[in-house]
């Protein structure tokens, strides 16, 4: 299927209970989409160790293209201490790692690659990888979708909003949306309305948790309901979970409502893992299945 170039962080997300599963918003959507069937390219930084060595494994017996996956000699594998609290996760994430130092990507090289270039916002926060993943952005000119995630204290709004320009599509939970509207309005779609014009987004999606997700476009909004999960463990990378989805979703055409709809699905069966992601090829199986 058609390839994407996804560009940001990868690391390790450590639990209370010791446990560790790998992560990144960047990682796990790349992760998702070879797990539906697609050919993402994943550019990040991991470092000479342990837990390096453990994500380039994963990766090659995923059958992922391992060649924008860069090796740093110096920096540590990035790692992010978890905490749930009520169900819902808090991080401490660790600075500086080795995707704070992703280097310069020869467009040419990669062009080919690239429908759609997707990158996040933690590994923008150096300022080496932030300007070399825009660098990459700007040269090779391809439909951009961008999902920020706001992790208190570890983003600034001088650092968010150049990321926010010559947008395609972008995703945002409501607290982060209301984070970043410079004006309050009457509602919430009202803010993503008016988001989204002043961005001059193509599409404006916006997560509400356990109240659904909706999607503003120039001619319409369109909403769907959150899907019901039938084991809850956590809701670490349920959110890529929906981005991955709804990528494939633009990807395949489908109708908005379609889009909405399978990528909620998909979120909830992220909520009954451990973190975010699954290694096992029979989850994506079922995945497919129930969105065919």
């Known amino acids: 299927m058609s390839n994407l170039l996804i560009a940001g962080e990868v690391l390790f997300d450590v639990f209370e209970d010791g446990s560790q599963v790998m992560g990144g918003a ?18 990040s930084r ?28 110096v920096h540590e594998t990035g790692t992010v201490r978890v905490n749930i609290i009520d169900g819902q996760p808090s991080y401490d994430i ?17 062009a080919d690659k690239c429908r759609i270039f997707y990158h996040g916002s933690l590994a923008l926060r150096a300022s080496e990888s932030r300007q070399n993943i825009l660098r990459l952005r700007e040269e090779l000119s391809k439909p951009v979708f961008v999902d920020i995630n706001l992790r ?16 395609n599509w972008l ?4 607290e982060e949306l209301e984070l970043l509207s410079a004006t309050e309005h009457a509602d919430l779609t009202a803010t993503a309305q008016a988001f989204r014009e002043q961005y001059s987004l193509a599409g404006l999606l916006v997560t509400e948790g356990e109240k659904g997700a909706f999607l503003v476009t120039p001619d319409r909004l369109e909403k769907c309901a959150s899907y019901p999960v039938s084991h809850f463990v956590d ?19 489908w109708d908005y409502r379609e889009t909405l709809e399978n990528a909620s699905m998909f979120a909830a069966r992220i909520c009954e893992l451990r973190g975010a992601i699954s290694e096992e090829r029979s989850f994506y199986d079922s995945i497919l299945d129930e969105i065919h």
Request: charged content about 15%; hydrophobic content about 45%; proline content about 6%.
């Open 26 to 43: 960047p990682f796990n959507v790349a992760w998702h989409l070879q797990g539906l069937g697609f050919k993402p390219l994943f550019v």
């Open 46 to 73: 991991i470092g000479q160790d342990k837990l390096g060595e453990h994500i380039l494994n994963s990766m090659q017996q995923w059958d992922m293209d391992v060649s924008g996956l860069q090796i740093d000699d």
């Open 94 to 110: 660790v600075k500086p790692v080795a995707y704070d130092f992703i280097e310069a990507v020869d467009p040419e090289q990669v």
């Open 152 to 167: 208190s204290p570890y983003w600034a709004q001088e650092t968010i909003e150049p990321l926010l320009h010559n947008v």
């Open 171 to 174: 995703k945002l939970n409501h």
């Open 235 to 253: 809701s670490v990378g349920a959110g890529d979970g929906f981005t991955a989805m709804f990528m494939a979703g633009l990807l395949q055409n």
